[in-house]
């Protein structure tokens, strides 16, 4: 007796995934040459000039005016020195660095506590309050000038560090409470209970759980209201009129700038120029990650 025999049926050919695992390969248009083209002319627009301030602020006044474009013959390093000392940059350098450590700190503290109450708290008039802060952003500082000088003269602070700290810290208030608000929502709220049902209080739960989650955000803000603070020229040119021994940076630069001009010495106010920009371009270089983790953690959570 005899069987038929089944058909083999042809086995399935594996399909290849090669070509389904390489990564697409994306194609240089007109609007990517474009924007790329944009963006190397504004770095080349952005670091040249700080280039040529670095570099002529080891020249001598001769080798600036004669060819303000080469390099130095040799490195003069007393042109530092004389700013440091004789213009007195020292001086306002750390001033500017006390008030600045000052400012910043109380910023994120009342800045971060009022956020986290925004975004994790419910009760009567909060969107009010909270549009009230970010409202802030909409008040250009130099409306507020003339009311502001007499405030702070009239509290008994004008000429001091404390008042200086205090209005750096309530015009920094706007942005870092907008901004940690949005933080704060985006983190995950199942922490927050088990550390409560743990028996965490606020107070702790605050500081001891919530802070740590949001240090990407804090470090971006604090980063942001460093530069803000620093850069800062027409505060402390209002309200630090007077003893020009508690100058700010700026200040003392701005005075650098008129009397070096009319003296020609342009080495020595070069010189201070770098000596106030190191300190922005070191924090940008130490954080530069941190403050691209803080603005993309919130569309990645």
Known sequence: MTTLDQPTQPSPTPTSTAGRDRPVRRELGIGNTLS??????????????LLWMFVSSFKTNGEILADPWGLPGTLHLDNWARAWTGAHIG???????VVVTGSVTLTMLMGATAAYVFARYEFRGRQVVYYLFVGGLMFPVFLALVPLFFVVRNAGLFGTWKGLILVYAAYSLPFTVFFLTAFFRTLPTTVAEAAMVDGCGHFRLFFRVMLPMARPGLISVAIFNFLSHWNQFLLPQVLMQGDDSKWMLAQGLFALSVSQGYAGDYARLFAGLSIAV?????VYVAFQRQVQAGLTAGQLK
């Open 36 to 49: 790329h083209g944009f963006l190397l002319l504004w770095g080349l627009l952005t670091v040249l000039p």
């Open 278 to 282: 190191l300190p922005v371009l070191a």
């Open 91 to 97: 001086r306002y350098f750390l001033n500017s660095l």
